[in-house]
């Protein structure tokens, strides 16, 4: 028994010692994610702003993200060779708490039944004998019977307790058999759980290096040379360069920045090709409650670029309205504002700011 005591003790202390270092690597990846997350904070709306600060800030948190990946792949590394540790214990302490098949032996029942009918014979046999001798025997077997019965009876108690432990030995073993599967199949699942966050934290690395060069590019002064094209003319080519304002753009569905009437939804596509510039606006606009106004606008444009940060051109509407829209960069890459004004006419929009977003 004192064995028995011992394993199930140590078992014990390896499992409570597995729960503390299990804990242990939860706490460490999450203090891990929260140091990330607080490098990381506001860190796309600060990089519009640029500067060496900012791109400090991505590189802070690029390492931040790569050691809360780190932490977390081996915290379910360790996660899963606990598993397979569990595994092993649970099929070990299955085999050896497996209840014996010996443990009352087969023939004894037998026995002491036998010598009970002979005793009970020999009893019946000099029951009438008045001899002295013959009645202290027969005394003696009395009390062997009385001793025979309650060994019997104690066989029988045994028997019932054998079978009882045996149902509970075979209840507990097919328990066991369940959890062990239950912590191979956990260890199975980690695998690939740990091979795509490997692949994730490659992908936040790579967004971070891909930032930090976002925000030199952005904030760069411009350079000296045409930066736009090609173009065989000299003399109206942009500071700016023309990823700047070609392309698809759009309207933010939260936290969009407008003066004037407020945008639903816009949508602005810039085509360029050898400096002239080709563009359609088409969007709805929210007007003021009770107003009569056509809250849709829809205009085309085109022009060549100038040598100015901001570029102006000449739009005509669907419904043939003709006008001006300026086009200016905005503090981050991706930004671009949108200043247009039109013709006055009955119940359309002739004017609206907004900034867009690129697609």
């Given at each position: 028994?004192?064995?028995?005591?011992?394993?199930?003790?140590?078992?014990?202390?390896?499992?409570?010692?597995?729960?503390?270092?299990?804990?242990?690597?939860?706490?460490?990846?999450?203090q891990?994610?929260?140091?990330?997350?607080?490098?990381?904070?506001?860190?796309?709306?600060?990089?519009?702003?640029?500067?060496?600060?900012?791109?400090?800030?991505?590189?802070?948190a690029?390492?931040?993200?790569a050691?809360?990946?780190?932490?977390?792949?081996?915290?379910l590394?360790?996660?899963a060779?606990?598993?397979?540790?569990?595994?092993?214990?649970?099929?070990?302490?299955?085999?050896?708490?497996?209840?014996?098949?010996?443990?009352?032996?087969?023939?004894?029942?037998?026995?002491?039944?036998?010598?009970?009918q002979?005793a009970?014979?020999?009893?019946?046999?000099?029951?009438?004998?008045?001899?002295?001798?013959?009645?202290?025997?027969?005394?003696?077997?009395?009390?062997?019977?009385v001793?025979?019965?309650?060994l019997?009876?104690?066989?029988?108690?045994?028997?019932?307790?054998?079978?009882?432990?045996?149902?509970?030995?075979?209840?507990?073993?097919g328990?066991?058999?369940?959890?062990?599967q239950?912590?191979?199949?956990?260890?199975?699942?980690l695998?690939?759980t740990?091979?795509?966050?490997?692949?994730?934290?490659?992908?936040?690395?790579?967004?971070?290096?891909?930032?930090a060069?976002?925000?030199?590019?952005?904030n760069?002064?411009?350079?000296?040379?045409?930066?736009?094209?090609?173009?065989?003319?000299?003399d109206s080519?942009?500071?700016?360069?023309?990823?700047?304002?070609?392309?698809?753009?759009?309207?933010?569905?939260?936290?969009?920045?407008?003066?004037?009437?407020?945008?639903?939804?816009?949508?602005?596509?810039?085509?360029?090709?050898?400096g002239?510039?080709?563009?359609?606006?088409?969007?709805?606009?929210?007007?003021?409650?009770g107003?009569?106004?056509?809250?849709?606008?829809?205009?085309?444009?085109?022009?060549?670029f100038?040598?100015?940060a901001?570029?102006?051109?000449?739009?005509?509407?669907?419904?043939?309205?003709?006008?001006?829209?300026?086009l200016?960069?905005?503090?981050?890459?991706?930004?671009?504002?949108?200043?247009?004004?039109?013709?006055?006419?009955?119940?359309?929009?002739?004017?609206?700011?907004?900034?867009?977003?690129?697609?």
């Open positions: 028994m004192r064995k028995y005591s011992h394993l199930g003790l140590s078992g014990m202390l390896i499992c409570c010692a597995a729960g503390l270092i299990a804990q242990t690597g939860r706490d460490a990846y999450r891990a994610y929260d140091v990330w997350r607080k490098a990381h904070a506001d860190l796309e709306r600060d990089a519009a702003t640029g500067g060496p600060e900012q791109v400090a800030q991505a590189d802070r690029g390492a931040a993200a050691s809360f990946e780190a932490t977390r792949i081996a915290h590394k360790s996660s060779e606990e598993a397979a540790q569990r595994r092993q214990a649970i099929i070990f302490q299955t085999a050896l708490t497996r209840p014996s098949t010996d443990l009352e032996p087969q023939a004894a029942p037998g026995l002491v039944a036998g010598e009970l002979t009970a014979r020999t009893i019946a046999r000099f029951a009438d004998d008045k001899d002295r001798g013959i009645q202290q025997f027969r005394q003696a077997l009395e009390r062997e019977r001793a025979l019965t309650a019997s009876d104690s066989i029988q108690a045994s028997q019932k307790t054998v079978a009882a432990t045996s149902a509970a030995g075979a209840a507990l073993e328990s066991r058999i369940k959890a062990a239950a912590f191979g199949h956990q260890a199975a699942q695998s690939p740990m091979e795509q966050l490997e692949k994730e934290s490659a992908a936040w690395s790579d967004y971070y290096e891909k930032l060069h976002a925000i030199q590019v952005t760069a002064p411009p350079p000296p040379v045409n930066v736009i094209s090609a173009a065989p003319r000299t080519l942009p500071r700016v360069s023309l990823p700047r304002f070609v392309g698809a753009w759009t309207y933010p569905m939260v936290n969009g920045i407008f003066h004037g009437m407020q945008p639903e939804f816009v949508d602005l596509v810039i085509h360029e090709q050898g002239h510039a080709d563009g359609t606006l088409y969007g709805r606009f929210k007007p003021p409650a107003s009569a106004t056509d809250p849709v606008v829809r205009f085309d444009f085109q022009g060549d100038s040598g100015t901001t570029q102006k051109f000449t739009l005509v509407t669907s419904d043939g309205a003709q006008g001006t829209i300026e200016i960069p905005g503090p981050a890459f991706n930004l671009l504002e949108v200043n247009f004004q039109t013709a006055p006419r009955v119940n359309r929009i002739r004017a609206a700011n907004f900034i867009l977003v690129k697609k």
